[in-house]
């Protein structure tokens, strides 16, 4: 029996996409597990339920693009010698929540590939090997295609190319991933959303009941107090902050790059004023085009601490 089912779908097609909010991708896990750097599992979920986030068009053009240079540098200059093949959508047959889309495949022995690219300034991400989230999109990839190692490739500031090769671990699998994508499912399936990840989330899952008055446990009490110090500490370390660069300015006064026992260390250039729209003045003048391109930011929520009355 194959580790999984081939879906035959054109990406980015509406059939592609219905067949995405059928179960978990590979690229979605980490989310899902709290592991990822761009996405929550309430974004997941959303989608699961047919409410999309954002979508950059442009950033989905120029990962597919890039797909055939890094296909061609792998023949080309990685030394290693293996046909890559288009890659496919597939669903576990074990755990048919799972699914993934594989950039590219190689036979003898079957495995597959992962395409990446990176910013030049995102790049160190890279340095100590593949990224967790990636790490986790692949291991699900593995898991879905019966493998046991894959090739990730990435294209890093349009200049760098790196190879990586990720063994598969079962155990991580097993004792952890397929417990949190059946726990997501169920949400999914019931219709709980997962707890607020972000603050951002928070805002849009528990916005403010007007007149509301709730009594804080001695737990929560320390966290507010907590709270209120670190502000206090940001706001001192930000005066600290001024004062010294004040103190520096009255030696460096005009010089532009400072050097420290004879290499550079620091630019101090003076920068051109931040230009400012004056909002109130275009609403009196232009009500119409004012309200016609304005956008209504997402809401989110301010904590104060009030002052005890004495």
Same mark, same amino acid.
């Given at each position: 029996?194959?580790?999984?089912?081939?879906?035959?779908?054109?990406?980015?097609?509406?059939?592609?996409?219905?067949?995405?909010?059928?179960?978990?991708?590979?690229?979605?896990?980490?989310?899902?597990?709290?592991?990822?750097?761009?996405?929550?599992?309430?974004?997941?979920?959303?989608?699961?339920?047919?409410?999309?986030?954002?979508?950059?068009?442009?950033?989905?053009?120029?990962?597919?693009?890039?797909?055939?240079?890094?296909?061609?540098?792998?023949?080309?200059?990685?030394?290693?010698?293996?046909?890559?093949?288009?890659? &496919?959508?597939?669903?576990?047959?074990?755990?048919?929540?799972?699914?993934?889309?594989?950039?590219?495949?190689?036979?003898?022995? &079957?495995?597959?590939?992962? &395409?990446?690219?990176?910013?030049?300034?995102?790049?160190?991400?890279?340095?100590?090997?593949?990224? $967790?989230?990636?790490?986790?999109? +692949?291991?699900?990839?593995?898991?879905?295609?019966?493998?046991?190692?894959?090739?990730? +490739?990435?294209?890093?500031?349009?200049?760098?190319?790196?190879?990586?090769?990720?063994?598969?671990?079962?155990?991580?699998?097993?004792?952890?991933?397929?417990?949190?994508?059946?726990?997501?499912?169920?949400?999914?399936?019931?219709?709980?959303?997962?707890?607020?990840?972000?603050?951002?989330?928070?805002?849009?899952? %528990?916005?403010?009941?007007?007149?509301?008055?709730?009594?804080?446990?001695?737990?929560? &009490?320390?966290?507010?107090?907590?709270?209120?110090?670190?502000?206090?500490?940001? $706001?001192?370390?930000?005066?600290?902050?001024?004062?010294?660069?004040? /103190?520096?300015?009255?030696?460096?006064?005009?010089?532009?790059?400072?050097?420290?026992?004879?290499?550079?260390?620091?630019?101090?250039?003076?920068?051109?004023?931040?230009?400012?729209?004056?909002?109130? $003045?275009?609403?009196?003048?232009?009500?119409?085009?004012?309200?016609? %391109?304005?956008?209504?930011? /997402?809401?989110?929520? +301010?904590?104060?601490?009030?002052?005890?009355?004495?």
């Amino acid at each position: 029996m194959s580790a999984y089912a081939r879906v035959d779908v054109t990406p980015d097609t509406p059939e592609w996409e219905q067949e995405r909010r059928k179960s978990i991708g590979a690229s979605e896990v980490a989310a899902v597990m709290g592991l990822s750097r761009f996405s929550t599992a309430l974004d997941v979920y959303k989608h699961k339920q047919g409410i999309d986030s954002d979508f950059d068009p442009v950033l989905a053009f120029i990962g597919h693009q890039s797909e055939p240079i890094m296909e061609a540098w792998v023949h080309k200059f990685s030394g290693v010698h293996a046909t890559l093949w288009p890659g &496919f959508m597939a669903r576990s047959a074990e755990v048919p929540i799972l699914h993934a889309s594989f950039d590219r495949v190689s036979f003898d022995p &079957f495995t597959t590939w992962q &395409f990446k690219t990176a910013h030049a300034v995102a790049g160190h991400h890279w340095d100590e090997g593949i990224p $967790t989230d990636i790490r986790v999109q +692949v291991q699900a990839e593995m898991f879905v295609a019966g493998t046991q190692k894959a090739g990730v +490739v990435v294209w890093i500031g349009g200049r760098e190319f790196r190879l990586y090769w990720e063994p598969r671990d079962d155990r991580f699998i097993d004792e952890h991933m397929i417990p949190a994508l059946g726990d997501f499912w169920n949400r999914v399936l019931t219709g709980t959303p997962p707890e607020p990840a972000n603050l951002a989330e928070i805002a849009e899952v %528990y916005p403010t009941d007007p007149g509301t008055v709730l009594e804080l446990p001695e737990t929560a &009490f320390e966290t507010l107090e907590r709270i209120t110090v670190l502000n206090s500490d940001i $706001t001192a370390q930000e005066k600290e902050r001024d004062a010294l660069k004040v /103190a520096l300015s009255e030696f460096v006064q005009g010089a532009e790059t400072l050097t420290y026992a004879g290499r550079p260390v620091a630019t101090w250039k003076t920068q051109k004023g931040r230009a400012s729209f004056d909002k109130r $003045t275009f609403e009196l003048d232009h009500p119409d085009l004012a309200a016609a %391109y304005t956008n209504q930011g /997402a809401p989110f929520k +301010v904590l104060r601490r009030l002052k005890e009355k004495s």
